[in-house]
């Protein structure tokens, strides 16, 4: 008995010296796992801590690497709350540049995108480059047309001869000449851009940046390789080596195209605005037209206007209008219904709550010895290329002189697209290197115009998001830094007519950026919603002044609020 106890007290002492070693086991197991683990953690913020810092405590993810480079210069983005903040540190740092939002963060469309451009692929970077010293003069990147004499056919145009360009060669290999300040030059000098223009311009110290607008900043087309030329001119005012990498770009020998004459283009092209708006018209007047007039009628009215893309306080008081129009005179027949309607429909085209839209001209003359400046906005792809080319040749056929500036270089295409509309009506264009500041290339277009005294200079801008501050303030600075040296008299908005109701928001955005001053609709052939007339004119108090009716090259009309009522209740 005693013997078997002595074995149950041993089986004993063994399991609970075995719990004891599985319990130590397990407790040591448990430890080694943890302090195994340590060294990760710390091993992966020193890999964080040891990369460059990034500027302005932005941090872009690996395949967003060239974006939102900036932070630290004057004209850096506000702050955004949609920035990624912890992108891998190893991503090289691009370029400060004041437009900070170039590359997209958030998938969106952005400035220059194209559908054809896979999102995530390399995209160019904007890059910020010292100016050249006060005394150098520098060639703009100017690609002039063929010389109108050498045109077989002779355009349907005024110009005189005088005013002809002198060949391009001639113009960017222009001889040094002393930086004599001379007065901005008379129309037709017909003197060589590089020396003349610089003499014209504010000067700036070498090296300031673009951004600080101090007032004497005279910003160059910014190159992609130091400025420092190797063949640094010897005398000083010699329009030597331009620290610009833009190439000049040989003229294409195309001959100068016919223009459709401006006068009548409205009426002309009315019949691409009443296919897709009659709609509106036949609904309006059908009803109107009907006889007796119930509540449901009137609503109906105010629906049909709503849907036309009016917008809703426009659409009530219209049906407001109509209604008092009714109960005054009383609608006998459609053809009164028209006549009314038609009144009311003009009223509400030419005026806004703010008052009445008078003056639909297009500053685009020259004055004061300069030419007009024209700057062209708005979101990515509603037309503003086209409606730049078109513009131009519009001002040619009306015997005007015109320097294009291909301020969008973001999308490479979209300055051989203005090389190609300049050179079929004999403009000159100013353009950058790609990714070059498109500040730079709108003051070196504006010197061009100056220099060779044209009527007008129309810049073309990037596509923008208007929700994209970065790009916003470029556009600002864009315009801040033409005004160094002339006055901006038009600043163009183009909406696509067919975004409806969304164009109204980008409007008032660009309009906050930008003093707008006049409106091109474009693609109003496409919408049979003709009604955004009103309600783009009522939200930013600014006038349509152009309408974009088809992809043609002269199929920008005037707008003129009779004729385009007319054609949007048919005949
Ligand atoms: N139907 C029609 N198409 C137009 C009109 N105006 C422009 N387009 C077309 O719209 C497209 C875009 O035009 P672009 O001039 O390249 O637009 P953009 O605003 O310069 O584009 P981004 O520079 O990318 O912002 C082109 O296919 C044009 O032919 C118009 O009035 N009617």
């Given at each position: 008995m005693q013997g078997v106890s002595a074995w149950v007290w041993i089986l004993i002492v063994v399991v609970v010296v075995v719990v004891a070693l599985l319990v130590i086991g397990a407790v040591l197991g448990r430890r080694r796992r943890i302090s195994l683990a340590r060294p990760a953690a710390p091993a992966q913020t020193t890999a964080a801590q040891d990369q460059p810092p990034v500027r302005g405590g932005y941090r872009s993810k690996g395949s967003i690497s060239f974006s939102q480079g900036s932070g630290g210069t004057a004209l850096a983005p506000r702050p955004r709350s949609d920035r990624p903040t912890d992108a891998p540190a190893s991503v090289p740092l691009a370029p400060a540049h004041p437009a900070g939002d170039r590359t997209e963060v958030d998938g969106q469309p952005g400035v220059g995108d194209d559908a054809a451009v896979p999102r995530d692929s390399v995209r160019p970077t904007v890059v910020e480059v010292p100016l050249p010293d006060a005394d150098v003069a520098t060639a703009p990147p100017v690609q002039r047309p063929p010389a109108r004499p050498a045109a077989p056919t002779q355009p349907p145009t005024t110009r005189p001869e005088g005013t002809a360009p002198a060949s391009p060669q001639d113009r960017v290999s222009a001889p040094p000449r002393p930086a004599t300040p001379t007065a901005p030059h008379a129309p037709g000098t017909g003197t060589a851009a590089g020396g003349t223009a610089a003499s014209t311009v504010p000067t700036v110290p070498s090296g300031t940046a673009l951004p600080d607008l101090d007032g004497t900043a005279a910003p160059v087309?910014?190159?992609?390789?130091?400025?420092?030329?190797?063949?640094?001119?010897?005398?000083?005012?010699?329009?030597?080596?331009?620290?610009?990498?833009a190439e000049r770009v040989e003229p294409e020998e195309v001959e100068l195209e016919e223009i459709d004459p401006t006068t009548g283009r409205l009426s002309r092209l009315r019949g691409r605005l009443s296919r897709s708006q009659n709609a509106f018209g036949r609904s309006l007047l059908g009803l109107l037209g009907a006889g007796t007039l119930d509540e449901d009628s009137w609503t109906e009215v105010e629906d049909t206007l709503l849907m036309a893309d009016l917008g809703a306080a426009a659409a009530v008081e219209i049906t407001e209008r109509l209604r008092q129009e009714v109960a005054a005179r009383g609608v006998v027949d459609a053809a009164g219904a028209r006549a009314m309607l038609r009144r009311v429909m003009i009223d509400a085209v030419e005026t806004t709550p703010a008052g009445p839209l008078e003056d639909r001209s297009v500053r685009a003359l020259a004055h004061d010895g300069r030419p007009a400046v024209l700057l062209v906005v708005g979101v990515n792809g509603t037309g503003k290329t086209t409606t730049t080319g078109k513009l131009a040749r519009v001002l040619v056929a009306d015997g005007h002189t015109v320097v294009l500036g291909a301020a969008d270089t973001f999308r490479a295409a979209a300055a051989d697209q203005l090389a190609t509309w300049a050179s079929r009506v004999g403009a000159t264009v100013v353009r950058g290197a790609a990714g070059a500041d498109p500040a730079a290339v709108a003051f070196d277009a504006v010197k061009q115009g100056i220099a060779e005294g044209a009527d007008a200079v129309v810049v073309d801008t990037a596509g923008r998001l208007h929700t994209k501050t970065g790009l916003m303030d470029e556009l600002g600075k864009v315009k801040r830094v033409i005004e160094k040296q002339a006055e901006v008299d038009e600043v163009l908005l183009v909406l696509d007519a067919t975004t409806g109701q969304n164009g109204l928001v980008q409007a008032k955005v660009f309009a906050e950026v930008v003093d707008i001053t006049g409106i091109v609709l474009t693609k109003?052939?496409?919408?049979?919603?003709?009604g955004i007339v009103v309600a783009v004119q009522r939200a930013l108090g600014v006038p349509v002044k152009l309408v974009g009716l088809g992809e043609g090259p002269d199929d920008l009309a005037p707008f003129e609020a009779d004729a385009f009522v007319d054609a949007l209740l048919g005949d």
């Amino acid at each position: 008995m005693q013997g078997v106890s002595a074995w149950v007290w041993i089986l004993i002492v063994v399991v609970v010296v075995v719990v004891a070693l599985l319990v130590i086991g397990a407790v040591l197991g448990r430890r080694r796992r943890i302090s195994l683990a340590r060294p990760a953690a710390p091993a992966q913020t020193t890999a964080a801590q040891d990369q460059p810092p990034v500027r302005g405590g932005y941090r872009s993810k690996g395949s967003i690497s060239f974006s939102q480079g900036s932070g630290g210069t004057a004209l850096a983005p506000r702050p955004r709350s949609d920035r990624p903040t912890d992108a891998p540190a190893s991503v090289p740092l691009a370029p400060a540049h004041p437009a900070g939002d170039r590359t997209e963060v958030d998938g969106q469309p952005g400035v220059g995108d194209d559908a054809a451009v896979p999102r995530d692929s390399v995209r160019p970077t904007v890059v910020e480059v010292p100016l050249p010293d006060a005394d150098v003069a520098t060639a703009p990147p100017v690609q002039r047309p063929p010389a109108r004499p050498a045109a077989p056919t002779q355009p349907p145009t005024t110009r005189p001869e005088g005013t002809a360009p002198a060949s391009p060669q001639d113009r960017v290999s222009a001889p040094p000449r002393p930086a004599t300040p001379t007065a901005p030059h008379a129309p037709g000098t017909g003197t060589a851009a590089g020396g003349t223009a610089a003499s014209t311009v504010p000067t700036v110290p070498s090296g300031t940046a673009l951004p600080d607008l101090d007032g004497t900043a005279a910003p160059v087309a910014p190159p992609d390789t130091a400025p420092a030329a190797p063949t640094a001119p010897a005398e000083p005012a010699a329009p030597a080596a331009p620290p610009v990498a833009a190439e000049r770009v040989e003229p294409e020998e195309v001959e100068l195209e016919e223009i459709d004459p401006t006068t009548g283009r409205l009426s002309r092209l009315r019949g691409r605005l009443s296919r897709s708006q009659n709609a509106f018209g036949r609904s309006l007047l059908g009803l109107l037209g009907a006889g007796t007039l119930d509540e449901d009628s009137w609503t109906e009215v105010e629906d049909t206007l709503l849907m036309a893309d009016l917008g809703a306080a426009a659409a009530v008081e219209i049906t407001e209008r109509l209604r008092q129009e009714v109960a005054a005179r009383g609608v006998v027949d459609a053809a009164g219904a028209r006549a009314m309607l038609r009144r009311v429909m003009i009223d509400a085209v030419e005026t806004t709550p703010a008052g009445p839209l008078e003056d639909r001209s297009v500053r685009a003359l020259a004055h004061d010895g300069r030419p007009a400046v024209l700057l062209v906005v708005g979101v990515n792809g509603t037309g503003k290329t086209t409606t730049t080319g078109k513009l131009a040749r519009v001002l040619v056929a009306d015997g005007h002189t015109v320097v294009l500036g291909a301020a969008d270089t973001f999308r490479a295409a979209a300055a051989d697209q203005l090389a190609t509309w300049a050179s079929r009506v004999g403009a000159t264009v100013v353009r950058g290197a790609a990714g070059a500041d498109p500040a730079a290339v709108a003051f070196d277009a504006v010197k061009q115009g100056i220099a060779e005294g044209a009527d007008a200079v129309v810049v073309d801008t990037a596509g923008r998001l208007h929700t994209k501050t970065g790009l916003m303030d470029e556009l600002g600075k864009v315009k801040r830094v033409i005004e160094k040296q002339a006055e901006v008299d038009e600043v163009l908005l183009v909406l696509d007519a067919t975004t409806g109701q969304n164009g109204l928001v980008q409007a008032k955005v660009f309009a906050e950026v930008v003093d707008i001053t006049g409106i091109v609709l474009t693609k109003l052939d496409g919408t049979a919603k003709g009604g955004i007339v009103v309600a783009v004119q009522r939200a930013l108090g600014v006038p349509v002044k152009l309408v974009g009716l088809g992809e043609g090259p002269d199929d920008l009309a005037p707008f003129e609020a009779d004729a385009f009522v007319d054609a949007l209740l048919g005949d």
